[in-house]
């Protein structure tokens, strides 16, 4: 049986590896993730043990609400789940670019 993670960065590093999954699951849609991030199919595998590459990832699926719904249904979370993995990791990795809403 695995251990349970309960390190917040690694728990929004594996949901970014699931979202990598999803993205590269539809054709279409990794051709849109390869073009805008300039990552080369071939490179794609070395490029997910990256943290910043991680990061790109799950700003591609937030991009759009129909891919983070889809996503997110997919890996069975709430949307706001996938949201929090991406705040979780920019704050790890200094990225203050990224601003949740808050009300």
Do not use: C, Y
């Not at 590269?24 to 943290?51: C, M, Q």
């Amino acid at each position: 049986m695995k251990k349970p993670v309960h390190n917040p960065r690694e728990v929004a590093e594996i949901v970014a590896i699931q979202a990598l999954s999803f993205v590269a699951s539809e054709p279409e849609r990794l051709g849109l993730f390869l073009a805008e991030t300039g990552v080369g199919p071939e490179t794609l595998r070395n490029a997910a043990g990256d943290p910043n590459f991680l990061l790109s990832v799950l700003d591609f699926v937030l991009g759009d609400d129909a891919t983070v719904k889809a996503f997110a249904s997919s890996a069975e979370l709430h949307p706001t789940n996938v949201a929090a993995a991406r705040q979780v990791l920019g704050d790890a990795l200094g990225d203050r670019t990224w601003e949740r809403d808050v009300p």
